[in-house]
């Protein structure tokens, strides 16, 4: 079954530490993995792709297909950084139709 | 664009009493999804509607929910007769692709708290 796994519920860094956020996922096609962030009192929104291969805000991710991962990782954590973020995965199961599943989220901590 | 619009934002109820969510999609946009947010489970795909049509609601708890979609612009989320643990935060979200590679744009939520 498809399924991501984010298994830590919450991560404290203090500002200027690497951070790394744990994504892992179960599925036997081709993946494609995002992350979702959520700032306080903000919607849920789009942080980055994997098939784009972007940094965004100082973020990146790879997927790593033989360890089935997708970590998001910034060198450098700021206090604006700190929010809830998921890891989804989206696949096709059935035609055209395709779904998006989350992992169930880790909360970042950035303290100055 | 205001983006995707929920209501009722907040919403108390008590048990057994019935609950409508509504959401209206960014416009032009030909699918919708609803999930549910809570500490334990995370973010859950409750449906999801393609050109208004129901195209997936396996993950619909049990009969006392149900989704329709009348039209484009307009969706709702009902539970009848509403329980505790039923108390949770709503999204609706919306996108103009197929989510393999799109991106969903989300509500801000309706966060359900039923007594």
């Known amino acids: 079954a498809q399924r991501v796994t984010q298994p830590e519920k919450l991560l404290s860094v203090f500002k200027g530490a690497p951070v790394e956020l744990k994504c892992n996922y179960s599925y036997s096609g081709s993946p494609e993995l995002f992350w979702y962030v959520q700032y306080s009192r903000q919607r849920l929104q789009l942080l980055l792709r994997?098939?784009s291969r972007e940094s965004i805000k100082g973020f990146t991710a790879d997927l790593n297909k033989g360890e089935t991962s997708f970590h998001l990782k910034k060198p450098f954590a700021q206090e604006e950084d700190s929010a809830m973020y998921y890891c989804?995965?989206?696949?096709?199961?059935?035609?055209?139709?395709?779904?998006?599943?989350f992992g169930k989220g880790i909360t970042l901590s950035v303290r100055p | 664009d205001a983006g995707v619009i929920q209501s009722p934002r907040h919403e108390v109820t008590e048990m057994g009493q019935e609950v409508t969510l509504r959401c209206k999609p960014i416009?032009?946009?030909?699918?919708l999804f609803w999930y549910r947010q809570t500490m334990m489970r995370g973010l859950e795909l409750l449906i999801y509607f393609n050109n208004n049509v129901p195209i997936d609601d396996s993950g619909m708890p049990e009969d006392r929910f149900s989704a329709k979609m009348p039209n484009a612009s307009f969706s709702t989320l009902k539970i009848q007769p509403s329980e505790p643990r039923d108390s949770a935060v709503y999204f609706c979200a919306s996108s103009s692709d197929t989510v393999i590679t799109g991106e969903l744009f989300f509500g801000e939520g309706s966060r359900l708290t039923v007594l």
């Open positions: 994997h098939i």
């Open positions: 989804a995965l989206s696949f096709r199961y059935t035609g055209a139709n395709s779904k998006l599943t």
């Open positions: 416009s032009g946009h030909n699918s």
